[in-house]
């Protein structure tokens, strides 16, 4: 089983427009960026991400350390985590990124799944933008 290239092959289907990237597979739905990460060590291991959701700073990482706790406890299968990362200009910036992770079997429906995790993606986003500004509202 290819799931890199079953990946691409469905957005293909789909109408996404996906596209190679160093990292794996970048398509577009509903205006919102999605990365697919394949991982060459396992082939059953399927991620999909949401990148860069929000800035993090000194000023507010304590409370979106705690709203990404949050959220990582009441939604299943998608979880929340800070990643830094450098632009072209070798300028740090540290955001959060969401991710939908599950071990896919040897012949996964991609039709059940994708739709669904960008579902939990786009819920998780919600949940922790709405607890975000629940926080600075105390």
Do not use: C
Request: proline share 4%; hydrophobic share 45%.
């Amino acid at each position: 089983m290819d799931l890199n290239k079953l990946m691409m092959d469905f957005l293909a289907e789909e109408g996404f427009r996906p596209h190679e990237t160093p990292f794996g597979i970048a398509f577009k739905s509903e205006g919102v960026n999605y990365l697919y990460f394949k991982d060459e060590d396992d082939e059953q291991y399927f991620r999909l991400m949401m990148p860069a959701i929000f800035v993090v700073t000194e000023d507010n990482e304590e409370m979106i350390m705690r709203a990404m706790n949050d959220v990582n406890g009441n939604i299943k299968v998608v979880k929340l985590y800070t990643m830094e990362m450098q632009d072209e200009n070798d300028k740090k910036e540290t955001s959060v990124w969401v991710a939908f992770e599950i071990l896919a079997d040897t012949t996964p429906e991609l039709g059940d799944i994708v739709p669904r995790a960008i579902n939990l993606l786009q819920g998780a986003r919600i949940a922790f933008l709405a607890r975000l500004e629940e926080m600075a509202d105390k």
